[in-house]
Nanobody, 122 residues
Framework: EVQLVESGGGMVQPGGSLRLSCAAS????????MSWVRQAPGKGPEWVSS????????YYADSVKGRFTISRDNAKNTLYLQMNSLKPEDTALYYC???????????????WGQGTQVTVSS
């Protein structure tokens, strides 16, 4: 059974930083593209970032480019999202997703975890 468990969320002031983690199990993590998706209250899922299976290629939404960094440790079956210079508009539930950008926002295809809440507020 595919399982993705996100952690690392919390409340932070604007300009602050957080590092999200996603522990993967139940599949061969190292052969899959992985992504981060977020969903703000009352809005649809928004793709945030993706990383290739080996980690050499990364992709970002324009809204987070230059502030967020996606990475992975295939030896630990773990995906990360380093978030710097956080803004109130980054407030959302963040999900780890199995797959590239093209399917990342489709929950049943991308096997989202339970999500981790990020709140940016002064």
């Amino acid at each position: 059974e595919v399982q993705l468990v996100e952690s690392g969320g919390g409340m932070v002031q604007p300009g602050g930083s957080l590092r999200l983690s996603c522990a993967a199990s139940g599949f061969t993590f190292s052969i899959y593209f992985m992504s981060w998706v977020r969903q703000a209250p009352g809005k649809g899922p928004e793709w945030v970032s993706s990383i290739s299976s080996g980690g050499s290629s990364t992709y970002y939404a324009d809204s987070v480019k230059g502030r967020f960094t996606i990475s992975r440790d295939n030896a630990k079956n773990t995906l990360y999202l380093q978030m710097n210079s956080l803004k109130p508009e980054d407030t959302a539930l963040y999900y780890c997703a199995r797959g590239p950008k093209s399917i990342a926002t489709i929950r049943h295809l991308a096997s989202w975890g339970q999500g981790t809440q990020v709140t940016v507020s002064s």
